[in-house]
């Protein structure tokens, strides 16, 4: 075989493998041609990995027996309930300390007074928080409507040049 022809094919060999789709008897001749004086050049940074390789591949390998016992399946079961549970029981701590985050950050400081007694448990009040509020945003909406309707009786009275009709529809307006 020519220096050309085996050049060639020891770069073929080398994808290969660097593909992982060499046999081991490619694999040996990779070894044995890294182990030559005949290492091309351009093959160079590939030869202490190679005749490492190679000496991995000669060490005698101890024999394992393997014990081909399938678990009981029950024992399956279980083990994938305690993985679940415990998945579960993660997630819903994470859920409470995000929520106790949430609470705080939106009604921190806040208590209500129940028999005379200050609670300021934030879980135990919230649901009191958020009707008190509730409350009082639809005290508001109805300040703002009745502002509204007096300032457009206001203006309705302004735009009426006739004093005797002004007064006739302050009347009205005050029944």
């Known amino acids: 075989m020519t220096d050309n022809t085996r050049n060639k094919k020891i770069h073929q060999l ?35 990995m190679m005749i490492d390789l190679g000496l991995l591949a000669s060490m005698p390998h101890p024999i394992v027996e393997r014990h081909n016992k399938k678990r009981p399946s029950i024992m399956r079961y279980i083990a994938a309930a305690a993985a679940l549970a415990g998945i579960i029981f993660g997630a819903k701590v994470l859920f409470d300390a995000e929520t106790d985050r949430r609470l705080q950050e939106l009604y921190g400081g806040s208590y209500v007074i129940v028999n005379g007694k200050r609670i300021d448990d934030l879980k135990k009040i919230r649901q009191q928080i958020e009707e008190t509020l509730a409350w009082a945003d639809k005290v508001n909406r109805q300040i703002d409507t009745n502002d509204m309707m007096a300032d457009t009786e206001q203006e309705l009275l302004n735009s009426i040049d006739n004093p005797h009709m002004k007064n006739e529809i302050e009347k009205m307006l005050t029944n």
């Open 14 to 48: 080398i994808d290969k493998f660097f593909d992982g789709e060499t046999t081991l008897h490619e694999e040996q001749q990779l070894y044995e041609y890294f182990n030559s004086c005949e290492v091309d050049n351009e093959m160079m940074t590939y030869r202490d």
